[in-house]
């Protein structure tokens, strides 16, 4: 005999909640369904939710829906996945110009600017995303804040390793008057302050230093600008005005928002 019992017919079936990874699934799926053509050079980004948009670019190459296609992965992480789902792969010396990229964000402010390097990534990805044509964030609907900086975490910083103390201090004196906390990633989370051994390493070699914010910064252009004059700093990652359009996965539903 069966180890379950059936409800009884007419009984509704309770839909099961949402996890924030089904959230971020939904978002990247419609992204790669709404926006990726045969024939086209993409951008693949880095994180938990563009992995899902990789995996859905492999499935559709694997059933011939998509053919043609050459990506552009902004990581060594991304390029392993890709690669696995025998994904053909370029480079941007090869393919300057991009159709389109595809990518996660840590934030997403009401203008559509964005916080991204959370997974470490934002050099690569700011390249890639500057060469693209187009530029779909997916997100689920944590990521949306009033403000940058506004979800109290790490808006990251890639430096050199050379003087990375002194940099720290330059950055967060910078940005003193926002109440700025600066920190050095560590290898496997964001946190602690320690030694240098165990300093998480960028695919370019760098350090991230990660910058807490208290309040709003201001006026964002002035303020990345203000960054990359510094020397030693290699990238931010505020993306401002480089989004397409947002893809928000929520409870309620799918949102699209564009400029
Ligand atoms: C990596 C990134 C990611 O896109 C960002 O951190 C979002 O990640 P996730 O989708 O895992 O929440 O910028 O450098």
Same mark, same amino acid.
């Given at each position: +005999?069966?180890?379950?019992?059936?409800?009884?017919?007419?009984?509704?079936?309770?839909?099961?909640?949402?996890?924030?990874?089904?959230?971020?699934?939904?978002?990247?799926?419609?992204?790669?369904?709404?926006?990726?053509?045969?024939?086209?050079?993409?951008?693949?980004?880095?994180?938990?939710?563009?992995?899902?948009?990789?995996?859905?670019?492999?499935?559709?190459?694997?059933?011939?829906?998509?053919?043609?296609?050459?990506?552009?992965?902004?990581?060594?992480?991304?390029?392993?996945?890709?690669?696995?789902?025998?994904?053909?792969?370029?480079?941007?010396?090869?393919? +300057?110009?991009?159709?389109?990229?595809?990518?996660?964000?840590?934030?997403?402010?009401?203008?559509?600017?964005?916080?991204?390097?959370?997974?470490?990534?934002?050099?690569?990805? @700011?390249?890639?995303?500057?060469?693209?044509?187009?530029?779909?964030?997916?997100?689920?609907?944590?990521?949306?804040? @009033?403000?940058?900086?506004?979800?109290?975490?790490?808006?990251?910083?890639?430096?050199?390793?050379?003087?990375?103390?002194?940099?720290?201090?330059?950055?967060?004196?910078?940005?003193?008057?926002?109440?700025?906390?600066?920190?050095?990633?560590?290898?496997?989370?964001?946190?602690?302050?320690?030694?240098?051994?165990?300093?998480?390493?960028?695919?370019?070699?760098?350090?991230?230093?990660?910058?807490?914010?208290?309040?709003?910064?201001?006026?964002?252009?002035?303020?990345?600008?203000?960054?990359?004059?510094?020397?030693?700093?290699?990238?931010?990652?505020?993306?401002?005005?480089?989004?397409?359009?947002?893809?928000?996965?929520?409870?309620?539903?799918?949102?699209? @928002?564009?400029?």
């Amino acid at each position: +005999p069966p180890h379950f019992t059936l409800s009884s017919p007419g009984t509704p079936i309770e839909p099961l909640p949402l996890t924030q990874d089904d959230l971020k699934k939904i978002a990247a799926y419609k992204a790669v369904d709404d926006f990726v053509e045969s024939g086209m050079v993409v951008g693949l980004g880095t994180g938990s939710t563009a992995k899902h948009a990789v995996d859905r670019i492999g499935e559709l190459l694997q059933q011939g829906i998509l053919s043609n296609i050459v990506c552009i992965p902004t990581s060594t992480r991304t390029q392993e996945q890709a690669l696995s789902l025998q994904i053909p792969l370029s480079d941007l010396d090869s393919h +300057p110009v991009v159709d389109l990229t595809i990518d996660g964000a840590d934030e997403v402010d009401p203008h559509l600017n964005l916080v991204k390097g959370r997974g470490g990534s934002l050099l690569r990805e @700011k390249l890639i995303e500057c060469a693209s044509r187009k530029f779909v964030v997916v997100v689920d609907e944590s990521k949306l804040v @009033k403000y940058i900086g506004g979800s109290g975490l790490a808006m990251p910083v890639e430096v050199v390793p050379f003087c990375w103390k002194f940099n720290a201090r330059r950055l967060e004196e910078m940005f003193g008057y926002a109440g700025c906390r600066a920190q050095l990633r560590r290898k496997g989370c964001v946190c602690g302050n320690g030694g240098d051994d165990d300093a998480y390493v960028t695919d370019n070699g760098n350090y991230i230093v990660d910058l807490y914010l208290e309040r709003e910064i201001g006026d964002l252009k002035a303020a990345s600008e203000a960054m990359m004059r510094m020397s030693g700093v290699v990238e931010n990652g505020m993306f401002l005005d480089m989004a397409t359009a947002v893809i928000v996965a929520g409870s309620g539903g799918i949102t699209v @928002k564009d400029k």
